[in-house]
């Protein structure tokens, strides 16, 4: 059901773009590197499957694969795509080098190196056979019933329990993938019968064989029992982020009660563990933190009753980065060092490599701890070299590219070089010129390092062009040295010479162990010390020299030792004496220093019980401060009320004691002086008396000088502190270190996630702040930051490193690739991939299904499993019918959409009236899928009416409407000529007013009949004389003027005259009967004038028209005639208007065509 369809892969062919972000003083950028690697992935056998490497750098970049560390070959099923991964269109599984499982890595090179990707393990899915099969059991009633089986399968399975084969409910049980248990705390009769465990995956379905449970009566009355706990925790391995669980099942009467506690006394994280009801303690997502020891406690209710069964828990962890490589440039026969450090459970492993291979120690380059030093280098160590830490949980690679810097005409390298022994610290070095360009050379660098041993550091003096000889003078005695010379010149250094090896004289001891006195019994001293170290000793020790008297005596008793021991007894001694104790130690060449006299006092020869001298170790901490460190000695019986400590300087007097509490253990000295031998002296005193003293002399090592260190660095900040503001933001806290500047600091803060691998991408920010948010990083990633301060251009050590996680993002795709599967009658497998986005967290996951006819009523069944498991059990499936799937995603943050659904049929006889086409299983998608509903036929005969009503509402309201207009139309031709008529006897009546010239008229222009719509439009029509009557007899969409209106123009020509504007509305009004006697009797004529913008005045015509009463400048222009006789326009005549009207009519006519034709 996994299987990749060819159609599928289209997408994955296509190559990723990437971009770069350039934040401030931070630049992204490597000569090569990896976008996507790949990953581990699981799938069915014959199944194709895709292995992403996608490499960014200069091209061209080559790209190869290696399976177990050898090159993949390319044939028809296996070959690589044009974006760099690797395709297999069928996976096979068979036996040795033929089967496709393994471990994958990519290689990608090109002109400045290669570069190897992560592991990646290709897992065919399988599931084996049951490695522990339940086993019949009998019980009595009231008591425990356990059993269990075990199963290896890839993926891991989804294990389930059936009684009598019906499927348990999972609260009976807990199943940790491959180990499972089922606990019957209670039993009774019901509970007797068949148990099997049943494991499913993408691979196959197993059954184990059935156990029988057999139930015998309990015994009256039942007796008390103590608790027992008859199935304890085991110490379990758990990897990062999986399920832990630890079992603990007790029997006693009454049931004992169960509970869990941590070893070392620290709570149980609440919010990822909790005890199940038959006490099993199951831990979450499990964390670093989590490890340690656990103790379960079966507890007899109200008694004090109880046993205890623990197990350690072992958190293993994939290797992350703390320390990564960085690039280096460096000039030939220079030196390179790379440094990387991982952690991880179990301690990862380092491996170096050097363009994808593997690097070997040899003379130049060495390998120690966690470095890779590169000592004279030549062109060839120009390479990308990588950091690999490995362990159990997976690996990690990080890379970092050296430059060689070279240049022309470089000198040869010098030859003949000699090495002689002068003394035990100084050796003299001599070697001839080079043969080539010796004149070029400046100078010559002399490298020397301690032949034996891998922690060796190389040491470097450059001296003039005027000696061809050196002595090194600062060697330590009876080493082996390893030498060799390099020539330089302005532009570049020589290859380097020869290397040649010597060793320096060994010299007598430089000085005499530290002493170490105490007293058993009031007649010995016991006298111990420490071995020289190799810098002091200056060869091998032969002998030592134990010199002792009295403070009383002048006599010396000396006793010489071989130099392999370390303590000697003296023996019959004075009780309760002073004594004076030296020592000096010897070479082949002599006796060194012998050591100041020690004092050491002898006990009392008395009865008396006291302390016992204490065990004590001496540690200096730095060149002026001792830590002191004491024990009781385990022979000593009696109490102790407390401590004297005594010290002083060699050769001065004693100080008085410090005063210490009987529990102290530990006492730091302060405030002695560097380079300076001390002697400590400490006792145990109870109420009787002093104790044994206990004497040791210790010497406090050298400062380093400001000289030696020129400028101390700064101390870094204190108190990072990091909190998750979002999914892509960290807010930093931190403090200012104290020390007394009043400059100003900038602060550096690094930032990169935990386990990069490309040392280039880490992120460097700059502020003057105290604290800064970090901005656009990545949701779900867990980032780890430092600070380092700045003060007078000169930085601080990083702080120590703090790690804080974004807050992952709430899914916003849903699952990928759902697939239901009938694997039985009523039974089916719904299996899923994750969803297809990067640093997004999945808690759980949300599974809908419902039949047609639940999903018609909105009743779905909801299923929620962890986001560690991506497939679920559909159960109880109803023969015949369809069912509807999807899937959601969702996470703390919130959940996801659902996927598309998908739909089931589940199989049915054809003979029943199911309709054949659905007795196919279909994965395709259905209603929510593909936009489409499926409608029964009550639906689309509803549909079909409602559409019908639609239909003759709308033609009736047409029909309305056609009719209304048709009425109005002929309503306002009968009006308009009624008002040409009265139009006709107003201006009679105004031909023979005298007073036409000084007062205005209003001639009724629109009546009843006329109307003007909303935007402006009317039927009237206007020329010289007033409104046009229209002829109806006419098709033409502008009416014709009759030759009576030319007849009537006669009459008012000499009163004045008007233009109108064509295509303009002009609005009157029209007096009532009853006009006021004040009212203008006189008509103010109209005249359009070009160019008018204003001139348009109110109406009250409006309120009988409906308008609104806002004319149009553009529309209608209105002027006043004025009143003087210089004014007025000559009158026109009626033919003059009669003829222009015609020209305007056919003007009109002309651009009403046009606009037709357009």
């Not at 990953?39 to 992403?52: E, G």
């Not at 593997?358 to 701890?369: A, D, E, P, Q």
């Not at 280098?377 to 362990?391: R, T, V």
Request: proline content about 7%; overall charge neutral; hydrophobic content about 35%.
């Amino acid at each position: 059901p996994f299987s990749f369809k060819q159609r599928d892969l289209i997408t994955s062919f296509a190559p990723n773009v990437l971009f770069f972000s350039l934040s401030a003083g931070v630049l992204c950028f490597s000569e090569l590197f990896f976008i996507k690697e790949p990953h581990d992935v699981t799938v069915m056998r014959r199944d194709a499957v895709i292995l992403d490497c996608q490499a960014h750098g200069e091209s061209p970049i080559d790209v190869r694969w290696l399976r177990n560390g050898v090159k993949v070959v390319e044939n028809e099923r296996v070959y690589l795509l044009s974006n760099g991964s690797l395709y297999i269109s069928e996976v096979e599984s068979r036996r040795g080098d033929k089967s496709d499982e393994g471990l994958y890595q990519c290689l990608a090179q090109n002109k400045y190196g290669a570069i190897l990707s992560q592991k990646a393990r290709l897992t065919i899915a399988s599931i084996s056979s049951f490695a522990i099969q339940p086993t019949s059991i009998v019980v009595t009633q009231g008591s425990v019933a356990r059993f269990s089986c075990k199963i290896s399968a890839h993926p891991p399975p989804i294990i389930t329990w059936e009684f009598n084969r019906v499927t348990l409910p999972l609260a009976l049980y807990v199943a940790p993938y491959s180990y499972l248990m089922i606990n019957i705390i209670g039993v009774q009769r019901a509970d007797a019968g068949n148990y099997r465990c049943i494991s499913t995956n993408i691979a196959s379905r197993r059954r184990s064989t059935e156990a029988t449970l057999t139930v015998t009566p309990a015994p009256s009355p039942q007796l008390p029992q103590r608790p027992r706990i008859i199935s304890g925790p085991q110490n379990i391995s758990v990897s990062l982020h999986q399920n832990a669980i630890l079992e603990c099942m007790a029997t006693g009467s009454p049931r004992p009660i169960i509970s869990w506690s941590r070893a070392d006394s620290k709570s149980i994280d609440v919010y990822n563990t909790k005890v199940l009801g038959n006490g099993n303690l199951i831990i979450t997502d499990i964390k670093p933190q989590h490890g340690g020891v656990y103790m379960c406690r079966a507890t007899t209710p109200g008694t004090r009753n109880y046993t205890v069964a623990s197990a350690n828990v072992t958190v293993l962890a994939p290797p992350s980065l703390v320390e990564w490589p960085e690039s280096l440039t460096r000039p030939r026969a220079g030196t390179a060092r790379f440094v990387c450090q991982a952690e991880g459970v179990p301690t990862p492993q380092i491996t170096w490599f050097k363009n994808g291979e593997k690097v070997h120690s040899n003379g130049r380059i060495k390998m120690y701890n966690s470095k890779l030093v590169i000592n004279q280098i030549i062109p060839e160590d120009d390479a990308i070299y990588q950091c690999q830490a490995e362990n159990e949980q997976g690996s990690v690679l990080s890379l970092a590219r050296l430059i060689v810097v070279m240049s022309e005409d470089r000198p040869s390298a010098p030859r003949n070089i000699r090495a002689d022994t002068v003394s035990s610290s100084a050796i003299l070095l001599a070697w001839e010129r080079p043969l080539y360009n010796a004149d070029k050379v400046i100078a010559y660098s002399v490298h020397y390092m301690k032949a034996e041993g891998l922690n060796n550091e190389e040491y470097q003096v450059v001296i003039g062009n005027d000696t061809t000889r050196y002595i090194i003078d600062d060697l330590e005695p009876a080493r082996n040295y390893t030498f060799y010379v390099v020539a330089y010149m302005p532009m570049g250094a020589s290859r380097m010479s020869d290397n040649v090896f010597q060793h320096t004289l060994e010299d007598v001891p430089l000085r005499a162990p530290e002493l170490s006195l105490t007293s058993s019994s009031p007649v010995d001293i016991q006298v111990s010390w420490q071995p020289l170290p190799d810098k002091l000793s200056r060869g091998r020790v032969s002998a030592y020299r134990l010199s002792y008297r009295t403070s009383a005596e002048n006599a010396v008793s000396q006793v010489e030792l071989p130099g392999e021991k370390t303590q000697h007894l003296l023996e019959n001694l004075k009780p309760d004496t002073i004594y004076l104790l030296r020592i000096a130690a010897a070479t082949t060449i002599g006796w060194g220093e012998q050591s100041a006299w020690t004092s050491h006092r002898t006990p009392k020869a008395s009865s008396a019980r006291v302390p016992l001298a204490p065990e004590l170790h001496l540690e200096p901490l730095n060149c002026t401060t001792i830590m002191v460190r004491w024990q009781l000695a385990p022979r000593n019986s009696v109490s102790v009320q407390g401590y004297r400590l005594f010290y002083h300087e060699e050769s001065q007097s004693e100080n008085a004691p410090v005063q210490l509490r009987a529990s102290d253990n530990r006492h730091t000295i302060g405030g002695l002086d560097p380079r300076k031998k001390y002697h400590v002296k400490l006792l145990a005193y109870n109420f009787i008396g002093d104790g044994y003293q206990a004497d040791q002399t210790i010497s406090t090592p050298g400062c380093v000088s400001v000289r030696d260190r020129l400028v101390p660095p700064p101390p870094p900040p204190h108190n990072l502190y990091a909190k998750t503001n979002s999914s892509t933001a960290v807010l930093l806290y931190w403090s200012r270190p104290a020390f007394t500047s009043s400059h100003a600091v900038n602060y550096t803060v690094r930032c990169n996630p935990v386990g990069l691998q490309n040392a280039s991408l880490v992120l460097y920010l700059q502020t003057g702040e105290q604290s800064l948010l970090v901005r656009d990083l990545e949701p779900n990633t867990k980032y780890e930051f430092a600070i380092r301060l700045h003060l007078d251009q000169l930085p601080s050590p990083w702080s120590p490193v703090v790690y804080q996680s974004t807050f992952p993002d709430a899914p916003t795709l849903p699952p990928s690739n759902v697939k239901v599967t009938l694997i039985e009658e009523d039974t089916a497998l719904v299996s899923w991939k994750p969803p297809d986005e990067s640093n997004v967290a999945v808690t759980h996951y949300t599974i809908l299904y419902a039949s047609r006819h639940a999903w018609i009523a909105g009743e779905w069944q909801v299923l929620q499993r962890e986001g560690s498991i991506t497939m679920a059990l559909l159960e109880n499936l109803k023969p015949g019918q369809i069912y509807f799937v999807k899937v959601s995603a969702s996470n703390k943050m919130g959940d996801g959409p659902f996927c598309h659904t998908v739909e089931l049929t589940v199989r049915a006889d054809l003979s029943s009236g199911q309709d054949p086409r659905l007795s196919r299983g279909s994965t395709h998608s259905t209603a929510f899928s593909d936009g489409f509903y499926h409608l029964d036929q009550k639906s689309m005969t509803g549909i079909t009416v409602g559409v019908c009503i639609a239909l003759i509402c709308i033609i009736i309201c047409a029909f309305v409407i056609v009719c209304r207009g048709k009425n109005r139309y002929l309503l306002s031709v009968k009006t308009y000529r009624e008002g040409v008529s009265t139009s006709a006897l107003a201006v009679g009546h105004l031909a023979s007013d005298g007073q036409a010239e000084n007062a205005d008229v209003t001639v009724p222009m629109m009546n009843q009949s006329h109307f003007i719509d909303a935007k402006g439009g009317t039927n009237l029509m206007i020329n010289c004389l007033g409104p046009v009557q229209p002829n109806t007899e006419k098709k033409e969409k502008w009416f014709s003027f009759s030759s009576h209106v030319k007849k009537d123009s006669k009459a008012v020509q000499k009163h004045g005259s008007a233009s109108y504007q064509l295509s303009s509305t002009v609005l009157t009004f029209e007096e009532e009967l009853s006009m006021s006697p004040d009212q203008p009797n006189t008509m103010q004529a109209l005249i359009w004038r070009p160019g008018d913008t204003e001139g348009s005045s109110n109406s009250e015509g409006s309120h009988e028209t409906g308008d609104s009463g806002r004319y149009s400048h553009d529309e209608t222009e209105m002027t006043n005639l004025s009143s003087g006789a210089s004014s007025r326009p000559p009158s026109l005549s009626a033919e003059d208007c009669s003829e222009k009207l015609e020209k305007m009519v056919t003007l009109r006519k002309q651009q009403s065509k046009t606009k037709e034709g357009e």
